[in-house]
Every structure is written in C-alpha cells, then in structure tokens.
C-alpha cells in the first residue's frame, strides 16, 4: 500500500464555495482513478512566507491519499499544474516499505527548549568565541 | 612566586564544551515534517539559511530529513526563502 500526501495552495480569491468544489474535484479524480482520500485538511487562509503571483495570502488544503498499486496522482499533477487557480502544489509519499510513516510523538517536555536551543545563533557563537578569547586574555595579562 | 603559576596553566587548556547531540536521535524521530513550521523555523536562521549540523548538533540522516522537510516547506511558502 501506498500513501501519499497533496498539498495545494490555491488563490485567495476563491470564496469558500468554490474551494470546496475545487477540492472535490480532485478529490473525484483520486477516487476515478482507483485510490482513496484518508483524510481531508483545510487549513483555510494563510500568511504566504514570501509572495507568489503578486499575492500574500492562500488557501491551503491537505489530502491524504491511499491506494494499492495504481496511481492517479501524474494526471491529478497534471491537472493541477493547468489550474491557474492553483500557485502551488506538493505530493509526498508518506509511506516506508509498504507502512504508513508514524506521525511523530508529540514531546511536550522538550519542545519549547528543543527547537530554540540549537537554533538560536548567539548560544552557538558563544560555544566557539569564548573559549579562544578567554585564554588568549588571561594568558597575556599573567605573562 | 612561581609556584602558583604553574597550577593554573593546564587549568586553562581544559576547556570543556558540551557535546552536542541530535535531538531527533533521542526523541527517535523516523520523519521530519514539512508542515511542521513550527519545529523547521527552529532550524534556520535570520537569513532564513539552514542551519548548519555544525551548530544544531544533528546528525547527519536527520539533517537530511530537516534540509528535506525545509526544502519542502518553502516550495510551499509555509517558510521563508530569504527574509528580506
């Protein structure tokens, strides 16, 4: 079995209705073409890190899709790429040898210092600055 | 005069440096996210460059996932390119 992820990015213009009927729509091709939608994610509207077409905002929606042996997914891309209402789109496997790749274990206890510990540029340039800069000052004043 | 010198010379060269470990390794992390803005932001800098294994401590298998995941992301616009 394979799993895959789609993720599109459609204009911001579209009112709700028709971001509905536009991920319906590709939600019949997977299913016309043998596969099943798992899970379907709208992640309404949102900030876009940089423009795209002049425009600083879309809608994003996530579907999840499975299927054994064939896919739809070339002629679902295909389709997405004609879409001019369509800035963007990602498909991901999401499987490893046959499994679904677990989702990752939320670690509360870790999370706040996790990310900001080695992210954060100042920790890391006092690793190597001061080491160096401290035994070149204490060496010179006793000497 | 010369005796307190002497103790503190090899004092100075042992300098120790907390050894780096791969957060992913400990928390077991088989895959790294793309959506995950939150977790991926941790992991570039200002110039929304991709912080170096160097600094992070990663490992090299999960600093492929987190330059995959990263690469992803931006295609994406969920994470800057550049900050500009």
């Known amino acids: 079995m394979r799993t895959y992820e789609l993720v ?48 600083n905002e879309a809608r994003y929606v996530l579907i999840c899709v499975s299927t054994d042996g064939k896919s739809p ?25 046959g499994k679904p790749i677990p989702p990752p274990q939320p670690r509360e206890e870790r999370g706040p210092q996790g990310p900001g510990g080695p992210g954060s540029g100042p920790g890391a340039g006092r690793d190597f600055g001061a080491p160096g800069r401290g035994d070149r000052g204490e060496s010179g004043e006793e000497n | ?42 992991f570039i800098l200002e110039r929304a460059k991709i912080l170096p294994r160097r600094i992070s ?12 995941a990263i690469k992803r992301s931006r295609h994406l616009a969920l994470i800057p390119f550049t900050a500009d």
């Open chain 2, 1 to 42: 005069m010369a005796r307190p010198k002497a103790p503190e010379r090899p004092k100075k060269k042992v300098f120790f440096r907390r050894r780096k470990v791969c957060k992913f390794c400990v928390d077991k992390t088989e895959w790294v996210d793309y959506k995950d803005t939150k977790l991926l932001q941790g």
């Open chain 1, 8 to 55: 599109i990015v459609a204009d911001p213009r579209l009112t709700d209705d028709e971001m509905v009927t536009l991920t319906e729509d590709y939600k019949k091709m997977i299913t016309a073409g043998g596969a099943e939608v798992t899970k379907e994610e709208s992640w309404g509207r949102r900030k876009l890190a940089y423009p795209i077409a002049k425009l």
């Open chain 1, 73 to 97: 997914l070339p002629e679902v891309e295909l389709r997405l790429r004609q879409n001019d209402k369509v800035l963007r789109y990602l498909t991901v496997r999401t499987d490893r040898n």
């Open chain 2, 57 to 68: 401590g990663t490992c090299a298998r999960h600093q492929r996932m987190v330059q995959e």
